[in-house]
């Protein structure tokens, strides 16, 4: 069955350092999405991507966050200087259609030190 | 604004039955999901609910009442494989709001 891939599984960095977290959506879907978890708190929503561009972005979702699809496989997240309350879980999203199911990456733990 | 309402946490035994129930506090959005996450996993679909009225697939139902802002997720013969934290959440637009989520522990 496919599904969504993140690499790497964990990064730890610097902060003021940048980072550039990778995903790979299922290959047929359209709607790419960013959310982050801090440990032990809920999931929350970061960007959404369609048609090549940011459709939503949540407050969260300031100038040092960009997003980017470089190829026709890769939807990517920078993070240009990291903060320590930038340390959490990131997880990638995707679907085929409107309206449907979001599939989830694996997620990227974050560590900023 | 935008809130969903969950008990933090919820205890039951193996092989019975438990409800873990959504308020919500929201507008405009298409419908109510339920997601489940292991410790250290993604979140993992398990049921939506797009109109009022209940939901069944296999050992899972979800419920929803947009007139009550209500809903719950019902899982059923309880294994020890369903410890894991349990999420609603709503779909608004292109994006997913979810909830604080509900910790399941179960005994044996």
């Known amino acids: 069955e496919p599904e969504v891939t993140q690499t790497p599984s964990h990064q730890v960095t610097q902060m003021g350092q940048e980072v550039i977290l990778r995903c790979v959506p299922i290959s047929n879907h359209l709607y790419f999405y960013w959310y982050r978890q801090i440990l032990g708190q809920k999931v929350e929503f970061l960007v959404s991507?369609?048609?090549?561009?940011?459709?939503?972005k949540s407050e969260i979702f300031d100038d040092q966050f960009s997003v980017e699809r470089p190829d026709g496989s890769n939807f990517t997240l920078k993070i240009r200087s990291t903060k320590l309350e930038d340390s959490a879980m990131y997880f990638c999203a995707s679907h085929g259609h409107a309206q449907e199911t979001q599939y989830f990456g694996p997620g990227t733990r974050l560590l900023v030190l | 604004g935008q809130s969903l309402e969950q008990p933090s946490e919820v205890t039951a035994v193996e092989g019975a039955i438990v409800q873990i129930n959504c308020t919500y506090q929201?507008?405009?959005?298409?419908?109510l999901s339920w997601y489940q996450q292991h410790d250290g996993g993604a979140p993992t679909f398990l049921s939506y609910n797009a109109l009022d009225g209940l939901e069944e697939t296999g050992r899972f139902s979800s419920f929803l009442s947009r007139s009550d802002s209500y809903g719950y997720l019902l899982l059923q013969e309880l294994q020890m494989k369903d410890s894991a934290s349990y999420f609603c959440?709503?779909?608004?637009?292109?994006?997913?709001?979810f909830g604080k989520g509900t910790r399941l522990h179960i005994l044996p």
């Open positions: 959440a709503v779909s608004k637009g292109d994006k997913i709001i």
């Open positions: 929201t507008s405009g959005f298409y419908g």
């Open positions: 991507f369609y048609n090549n561009e940011i459709s939503e």
